[in-house]
């Protein structure tokens, strides 16, 4: 049975373009998707009034949800707080578990949260997440798709360096490539991309597939749109729809879309295409 899951990333509300923020809703009710995830990043600057904000916008969107925090949502400004009660706000506004877990029949979806006090942009993994990664992922059912969701990403295109990724992002991969994870979901630098793991981490008869979002609803868009992805995943098949904010229109339409296959040695793309002749859209 084919699952249906949204992922969306860096909202930052504080600086939102109000504009996605109806549509993006919309969009997500019409997909009727098993699960959405959140990739982190739901703030500015991380305070009250965005995480009440942030926590409309959730409560508007279909469930269940799996969520986890980004480095935006730890006090910038306010040193006590950083260091004292970084996630307090994430906390009490979206949720008091900051490494979720969704499971059903056919996925597992483990979230991790990567955000420190003392990384001011780039995040980190620890030995205690490399455990829990373990203990979430070995020993399921190879039927089960296996998903991990963090913030700041374990693997990114070519002309990133590993100075870009997240820390100790070696030691986790390894530990996902002994479970057989399947999907690595993530945010942080508002691009979107798709790939998988051969380049940077040849191990023998593992390839994960890479699934980086771009800023969904932030007026922060860098250089490429408002963008989310929708994932439609079966055992040995993938199907990865990116959705593109056309704000002149005031849609999200399908821009690109990839499958992507697996084989004994893991996932590898099958497809790309651009949509022929018309737009997917998504009101």
């Known amino acids: 049975m084919t699952r249906k899951l949204i992922h969306i990333s860096d909202i930052h509300f504080g600086r939102v373009d109000q504009a996605t923020v109806e549509p993006l809703i919309r969009a997500a009710h019409e997909v009727r998707p098993d699960v959405i995830v959140v990739s982190g990043d739901l703030t500015q600057r991380a305070h009250a009034s965005e995480f009440r904000e942030a926590r409309r916008f959730l409560d508007a969107l279909p469930k269940p949800q799996l969520i986890v925090p980004g480095n935006h949502d730890v006090p910038f400004y306010n ?12 906390r009490k506004y979206i949720d008091t578990e900051l490494e979720a877990r969704y499971e059903d029949s056919e996925l597992i979806i483990q979230g991790i949260n990567t955000a420190r006090s003392l990384t001011w942009k780039n995040g980190r ?3 205690r997440q490399i455990d829990l990664m373990r203990r979430s992922f070995c020993g399921a059912p190879s039927t089960t798709t296996k998903i991990l969701v963090t913030h700041h990403p374990l693997d990114l295109p070519r002309r990133f360096d590993d100075d870009d990724i997240v820390g100790r992002a070696r030691p986790a991969m390894e530990a996902l490539a002994e479970c057989g994870v399947d999907l690595l ?3 942080h630098y508002h691009i979107a991309h798709t790939g998988d793991t ?10 994960a597939l890479v699934v980086q979002a771009a800023t969904t609803t932030s007026s922060r868009v860098r250089e490429e749109p408002n963008s989310f992805n929708l994932l439609r995943i079966e055992p040995a098949e993938i199907t990865i729809d990116r959705y593109t904010w056309r704000p002149a229109e005031g849609i999200f339409a399908s821009f690109l879309t990839e499958q992507f296959h697996r084989t004994e040695q893991g996932w590898t793309r099958r497809e790309s295409r651009q949509p022929e002749g018309r737009d997917v859209v998504i009101e």
């Open 125 to 127: 993994i620890n030995e």
């Open 79 to 90: 040193i006590a707080a950083r260091f004292l009660t970084p996630l307090a706000n994430y």
């Open 198 to 207: 051969r380049a940077r981490y040849p191990i023998e008869n593992f390839s």
């Open 185 to 187: 979901l993530a945010g």
